[in-house]
């Protein structure tokens, strides 16, 4: 399952049993690669953003995500509230060791039984441009603005095929 595809999906809290908003991002821990919270985006024009720890969550379902609330509210995790999102990675460019712009990173893989991430999609410049999966590995070192990728990685398949 892509990222793309999670993000927008309503967020129902089922003890309440109510939505709380619609997934905006998943917060990632950039050096274990796991996803740690959810951003939760609050309908309406002045909606704000609500950081969900992990753990909350209960399923992912077809149509929306349902998370589990404690009864008592945790303090602010920083981690939680300012930690990297998916969509801070998205745009980066990935370039190889040996110097070989590969493309720009358009979409995140993940596995919908736990959220894992199990690669990346890599777009080729241009409108048109190719699509690319790039397994995830602890070789992979995210940038401020790029990802730099061994080359021995740069196997890379064409989507789809």
Do not use: C, W
Not at 25 to 35: F, G, N, P, S
Not at 103 to 128: F, H, M, R, S, W
Not at 134 to 150: A, H, I, N, Y
């Amino acid at each position: 399952m892509k990222f793309s595809e999670l993000k927008g999906r309503a967020v129902v809290e089922i003890t309440g049993a109510k939505t709380i908003g619609a997934l905006h991002d998943l917060v990632i821990d950039l050096a274990t690669r796991q996803v740690i919270g959810l951003r939760v985006k609050e309908s309406g024009l002045f909606g704000k953003t609500n950081s969900i720890a992990r753990d909350a969550l209960q399923n992912i379902g077809k149509d929306a995500l349902t998370v589990s609330m404690a009864a008592e509210p945790t303090p602010n995790d920083t981690a939680l509230e300012k930690g990297p999102g998916f969509t801070d990675l998205i745009g980066k460019q990935v370039v190889s060791q040996g110097g070989r712009l590969v493309g720009e990173l358009n979409d995140i893989e993940l596995d919908p039984a736990n959220l894992a991430v199990t690669g990346y999609e890599v777009k080729e410049g241009g409108l048109l441009g190719k699509k690319h999966f790039l397994p995830e590995s602890s070789d992979l070192t995210f940038g401020p603005q790029m990802v730099v990728v061994p080359d021995a990685l740069l196997n890379l398949k064409e989507e789809g095929k």
